[in-house]
C-alpha cells in the first residue's frame, strides 16, 4: 500500500482530503473542450517519438512529426501478432510493463492485448475518480461519505476490470472507500454477496441483467443506493423503471473496453450517457448512415447531437493508432450542466464488424437490424441471430426479447422487417426478387432471457452478441429462455 492511500486510510485527514477532491471533481472535464483537445499534442507527439523506433511504429510509417490523418486505421488483426509473439523491438517499453489482458469471446474465440501497465495506472488516477464522483452525484451533490461501501461485480484478472482492480488497491482497499466483495469470488458469491449485504450498500457497479434476475426477487423490498453503474445498458434501458423502483436511483453507465481501456466517465444530467476523457486518448468519429462511410472522420469539437458516428481510437501512452473500434455511439447532448462541461454525451449504438451475408447477395448489419426494429415500432431489450439453410435457401432468424407484450405473431413482425430491408436495402430486395421468398424469420423471446444469458457470461464488459454468435453461446441462451 503507498504512502497516499495509507494516509487515507486515517478517518480525519481521509475526511479533509474527500471534501476537497469533491470540490474540484470535474475541473478536467471543465476546461474548455477546445483546450482540452490542445493539451493532446505535446503527449500525441512525445508517443511518435517512441513509436517510430519499434516494428509497430515502421509498419505504420509513423515519424516523431507524423499527423494523426497520416496514419492508415488499424484493427486487431494488425496488432494481433506483435500481441501474441511480443518482441521487445515493437513495443515503446520494456515488456515487463505491459499487462497481458483477455477478452470474452462470444463468437468462440478470446483475444490477447497488451497493454502498457503505465496507461492503466494513469486511468486509474485521473479517469477513475471522476468515475466515482460521477457515480455518487445526485444531481445536486456529490453525496458520496468517507468510507461508503462500494459494491464491485468485476471479472477477475486476465480480463481488464479485474487487472485494474488488482493494480489499484493490492490491499483490496481503497482511499475513502470500503471495497466489497472479495474480486476472487465466483460469480454466483458475489451477486449472494449482494443479496445478504444490499442494505449495507451505499453505491453498485453490476450489471443490470443480475438485479433483475436474481437481485430483486430475492431482495423484494425496495433498498436506497446512493448510486448505481450498469454496464449491460439495453437490457438497464429495458428495465429502467423496475431498477429504479428498487435501487432509489437512476442507473449511470460509461464505455470501456479493452484497447481503449477506461477512457469515459458517467454522465449525471443524462442517465446512461456518458463523455469521453480526453486525457485517455485521441477520440475520431466517422459519421454513419448512407453515404457516410466515406466521410473523414470529426473530433470530439464536432460531433453534431442526433448523430450516430464510428469510433476510431488512438491511446497516448501506448501502441493502439488509429484503431478502429467497430462500436457506433450516438451523440445525445453537447455538455453536462450539472457537472459544467461542454464536452458532448454520448450513448452507446451498436457493433459494426457484426456482418452477416445470407446467399452471398446481401449483407446485413446489426445497425441496419437496430434501425429496421425501431422503424416497425417493435421496442427490444436485445436480439441475436442465427443463419439457417433450409430447403435451399438460407433465412436470417431473429431471436428478439422485445420489451413488453407485442400484438403481433412472429410471421408478421417477420414480414414487417422484411418489408423495411426490402425498401431500403437493393441487394436484400435483389436476393428476395431472384429466389422468390422471404429470407426473415423471427421468434419474439420471452422476458428476461438476455438477462439470464449475460449473468452467466465472463470478461469485464459482457455484452450480447448479436451477429456471429458461436453455437455453444447460442446453446447456452436457449437453454435459458424459459427460465423465471
Given at each position: 500500500m503507498g504512502i497516499l492511500e495509507r494516509l487515507m486510510q486515517v478517518p480525519t485527514l481521509?475526511?479533509?482530503?474527500?471534501?476537497?477532491?469533491?470540490?474540484?471533481a470535474f475541473v478536467s472535464f471543465q476546461i474548455p473542450l477546445e483546450k482540452a483537445l490542445e493539451n493532446q499534442t505535446h503527449k500525441l507527439n512525445r508517443k511518435f517519438q517512441r513509436m517510430e523506433k519499434t516494428d509497430i511504429g515502421k509498419k505504420l510509417g509513423i515519424h516523431k512529426e507524423s499527423n494523426i490523418p497520416e496514419i492508415p486505421y488499424t484493427d486487431y488483426a494488425f496488432y494481433e501478432p506483435f500481441f501474441n509473439s511480443p518482441s521487445p523491438s515493437s513495443f515503446m517499453y520494456p515488456l515487463e510493463e505491459y499487462a497481458k489482458i483477455q477478452t470474452s469471446g462470444t463468437t468462440g474465440k478470446s483475444k490477447t492485448f497488451l497493454i502498457p501497465r503505465k496507461a492503466m495506472r494513469k486511468a486509474l488516477r485521473e479517469t477513475a475518480l471522476?468515475?466515482?464522483?460521477?457515480?455518487?452525484?445526485?444531481?445536486?451533490?456529490?453525496?458520496?461519505?468517507?468510507?461508503?461501501?462500494?459494491?464491485?461485480?468485476?471479472?477477475?484478472?486476465?480480463?481488464?476490470?479485474?487487472?485494474?482492480?488488482?493494480?489499484?488497491?493490492?490491499?483490496?482497499?481503497?482511499?475513502?472507500?470500503?471495497?466489497?466483495?472479495?474480486?476472487?469470488?465466483?460469480?454466483?458469491?458475489k451477486v449472494d454477496y449482494f443479496i445478504l449485504n444490499c442494505k449495507k450498500i451505499d453505491a453498485a457497479w453490476i450489471m443490470a441483467s443480475s438485479l433483475v434476475t436474481q437481485v430483486i426477487p430475492a431482495v423484494k423490498e425496495?433498498?436506497?443506493?446512493?448510486?448505481?453503474?450498469?454496464?449491460?445498458?439495453?437490457?438497464?434501458?429495458?428495465?429502467?423503471?423496475?431498477?429504479?423502483?428498487?435501487?432509489?436511483?437512476?442507473?449511470?453507465?460509461?464505455?470501456?473496453s479493452t484497447e481503449t481501456v477506461s477512457p469515459t466517465i458517467p454522465s449525471v444530467k443524462h442517465s446512461m450517457g456518458f463523455i469521453f476523457d480526453p486525457r485517455r486518448g485521441v477520440f475520431e468519429f466517422k459519421p454513419m448512415g448512407k453515404d457516410k462511410s466515406e466521410e473523414e472522420p470529426v473530433g470530439?469539437?464536432?460531433?453534431?447531437?442526433?448523430?450516430?458516428?464510428?469510433?476510431?481510437?488512438?491511446?497516448?501512452?501506448?501502441?493502439?493508432?488509429?484503431?478502429?473500434?467497430?462500436?457506433?455511439?450516438?451523440?445525445?447532448?453537447?455538455?453536462?450542466?450539472?457537472?459544467?462541461?461542454?464536452?458532448p454525451v454520448f450513448e452507446y449504438h451498436s457493433r459494426l464488424d457484426s456482418i452477416i451475408a445470407i446467399m452471398n447477395f446481401t449483407r446485413i448489419g446489426?445497425?441496419?437490424?437496430?434501425?429496421?426494429?425501431?422503424?416497425?415500432?417493435?421496442?427490444?431489450?436485445?436480439?441475436?441471430t442465427k443463419l439457417r439453410t433450409e430447403g435451399g435457401h438460407e433465412y436470417l432468424y431473429l431471436y428478439v426479447?422485445?420489451?413488453?407484450?407485442?400484438?403481433?405473431?412472429?410471421?408478421?413482425?417477420?414480414?414487417?422487417?422484411?418489408?423495411?430491408?426490402?425498401?431500403?436495402?437493393?441487394?436484400?430486395?435483389?436476393?428476395?426478387?431472384?429466389f422468390a421468398y422471404i429470407p426473415i424469420k423471427l421468434e419474439l423471446l420471452p422476458k428476461k432471457t438476455f438477462a439470464n444469458y449475460l449473468e452467466t457470461r465472463n470478461g469485464a464488459f459482457p455484452k450480447v452478441c448479436r451477429i456471429g454468435i458461436s453455437d455453444d453461446e447460442f446453446e447456452r441462451l436457449m437453454s435459458l429462455k424459459l427460465c423465471k
Open positions: 481521509g475526511k479533509f482530503t474527500l471534501e476537497r477532491l469533491k470540490t474540484n471522476p468515475v466515482i464522483f460521477a457515480l455518487f452525484h445526485d444531481g445536486k451533490k456529490i453525496t458520496m461519505e468517507y468510507g461508503d461501501t462500494f459494491y464491485l461485480n468485476l471479472g477477475p484478472a486476465p480480463y481488464l476490470s479485474g487487472s485494474m482492480f488488482n493494480m489499484g488497491s493490492k490491499e483490496k482497499r481503497a482511499p475513502f472507500l470500503k471495497l466489497v466483495p472479495n474480486i476472487n469470488l465466483s460469480y454466483k458469491e425496495s433498498i436506497q443506493l446512493k448510486g448505481l453503474i450498469l454496464m449491460d445498458d439495453l437490457v438497464a434501458k429495458a428495465y429502467k423503471e423496475e431498477i429504479i423502483k428498487f435501487t432509489g436511483v437512476s442507473p449511470k453507465t460509461c464505455f470501456a470530439l469539437q464536432e460531433v453534431e447531437v442526433g448523430k450516430v458516428y464510428r469510433l476510431i481510437y488512438t491511446d497516448l501512452i501506448g501502441e493502439i493508432t488509429r484503431y478502429d473500434t467497430a462500436n457506433s455511439f450516438r451523440c445525445i447532448a453537447k455538455g453536462d450542466e450539472i457537472i459544467q462541461t461542454d464536452f446489426e445497425d441496419e437490424l437496430l434501425e429496421a426494429f425501431r422503424r416497425i415500432g417493435l421496442q427490444i431489450t436485445d436480439f441475436t426479447e422485445p420489451t413488453g407484450k407485442n400484438s403481433n405473431s412472429n410471421e408478421d413482425l417477420a414480414k414487417e422487417i422484411h418489408q423495411y430491408l426490402y425498401s431500403s436495402n437493393p441487394d436484400y430486395k435483389m436476393l428476395a426478387d431472384s
